[in-house]
């Protein structure tokens, strides 16, 4: 088998209302805006993946990967690694390549990829990941919706310029729902877009202050708490905890700097991204490294559904991951059917609390083509005939 072609299709979807992402510095997010990758075969079966990302993607895969793609066997995964770790020294980060010769692999074989890779369990604990920062009040209400809806865990922002503002939310939320909901915090300190207004960084010691106090009300973890190059004050912030987790390396990209991560005692918990941070099959060699360390792994996932799909596989068929990060913070746009509009079958969750993996080939993508082709701003093709 060999592959004749690789398109990519630079989409921007709409969100219908206002979204505020914490992370960004007040911007307001106005759409979803993604690359869908389509890698062709010879024998007429069709690779899936997507970038989350916008033109910069589709021209990084254009120079740096379809050269050296084209005409090689996509089933030989571990021999076209070394394209997508190269690309990155000149180009977008393309470690969502990898997604595309799974699902091919996925499909020929009949197998959903998780089970290929081993099939742990047919479905993961998702937590609620909420995106805006919201009042206590505001906050204990999107909770008690959350808990009818299924969820056992839930994911707040710490944003405000006092965080002990910030602690007021989880307070809140404990003093009417106790334990019945399991809670982790993102402080998002690892990385900074651009938005307006400042970006407050917390430093050494309000990390270990707002931990502390995490701690108390048995928060599940605390993610990035300080920069993702800031190996010495992770682990040192880490060493001074007992029950509370550090979470974190959604911003760390590569095999070896996840190495690094663990080497140095960084996190309790490795959250890599199939997107962004490594290719999803060289996830499970992190969270082998992880296992072995006795350490967790939870991926990162913002977005688009193409990714969470991803995500939600390796997550699925290791032995160490306890949550899966599911994007969804109505009334705002970002939900979980806006994050999926690209999809017919979009991910949701379920009564147990938990995503299934879907029963079928591949990553068992069923995508809205009407949709696509309908906020497909621009198309780019490589092929085997040029
Ligand atoms: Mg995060």
Redesign the pocket.
């Known amino acids: 088998m060999k592959i004749d072609s690789i398109t990519c299709r630079v989409l921007d979807f709409p969100l219908e209302r206002e979204f505020h992402p914490a992370w960004a510095r007040g911007r307001n997010q106005p759409d979803l805006l993604m690359v869908l990758i389509e890698v062709e075969t010879d024998e007429g079966v069709k690779g899936i993946g997507a970038a989350h990302a916008g033109l910069e993607a589709a021209i990084a895969i254009d120079r740096f990967v379809a050269p050296y793609f084209l005409g090689q066997d996509p089933t030989q995964v571990e021999r076209l690694i070394p394209v997508l770790r190269d690309s990155e020294i000149l180009g977008a980060p393309v470690y969502c390549m990898e997604m595309t010769l799974w699902d091919i692999i996925g499909k020929v074989a009949g197998l959903p990829v998780a089970r290929l890779w081993g099939g742990f369990s047919d479905r993961v604990v998702a937590y609620c990941a909420t995106a805006e920062v919201r009042s206590p009040a505001q906050r204990v209400d999107d909770v008690q919706r959350m808990l009818s809806e299924g969820y056992k865990a839930v994911k707040f922002r710490f944003h405000l310029t006092n965080p002990r503002d910030d602690l007021k939310v989880v307070e809140a939320v404990r003093a009417v729902v106790g334990d019945r909901i399991e809670i982790m915090v993102?402080a998002?300190q690892a990385g900074v877009e651009p938005g307006h207004g400042g970006h407050h960084s917390w430093g050494f010691p309000t990390a270990l202050a707002v931990a502390r106090e995490l701690e108390l009300m048995q928060v599940r973890w605390l993610?990035?708490p300080l920069p993702r190059h800031d190996y010495d004050g992770l682990h040192r912030l880490r060493d001074k905890l007992d029950t509370l987790a550090i979470a974190g390396g959604?911003d760390n990209h590569g095999l070896h700097e996840f190495k690094l991560l663990i080497d140095r005692g960084c996190y309790d918990i490795l959250q890599p991204d199939a997107l962004l941070s490594e290719g999803v099959g060289q996830m499970r060699k992190v969270a082998a490294l992880a296992e072995a360390s006795g350490l967790e792994v939870a991926p990162?996932t913002w977005g688009n559904g193409i990714g969470l799909m991803a995500n939600l596989h390796v997550a699925a068929a290791i032995p160490n991951c306890p949550f899966l990060e599911f994007p969804h913070d109505p009334p705002s746009g970002f939900t979980a059917a806006a994050r999926d509009q690209m999809l017919l079958e979009p991910l949701t969750i379920e009564q147990d609390g938990c995503v299934h993996v879907p029963n079928r080939p591949g990553f068992g993508l069923v995508l809205d083509e009407e949709r696509i082709a309908r906020y497909t701003v621009s198309t780019h093709t490589s092929s085997a005939k040029d």
């Open positions: 993102d998002n993610e990035e959604e990162h």
